[in-house]
């Protein structure tokens, strides 16, 4: 898959997929982390990250790219 951009309030983020279907996410030049998708115990689709990045901000930017992905 190619790179794309979302907007997360006002705020352009590139995100680029990698091959083990997680996605490597960029403010510009500076590397924000890498999010994969997960679905929890009760099924709901989850967006963890082992990097610095908050874990509402992940799940912020994870719903934008499943939105982008559908």
Do not use: C, K
């Not at 279907?21 to 890498?34: A, H, K, P, Q, V």
């Not at 099924?43 to 990045?53: G, K, S």
């Amino acid at each position: 898959m190619e790179p794309f951009e979302i907007n997360l309030v006002g705020e352009v983020l590139t995100v680029i997929p990698q091959p083990d279907g997680s996605f490597t996410i960029f403010n510009g030049d500076d590397l924000l982390g890498t999010i994969a998708p997960n679905y929890d115990e009760s099924d709901a689709l989850r967006w963890p990250t082992v990097d610095l990045m908050g874990v509402d901000y992940a799940q912020q930017v994870g719903e934008l790219i499943d939105e982008h992905e559908m």
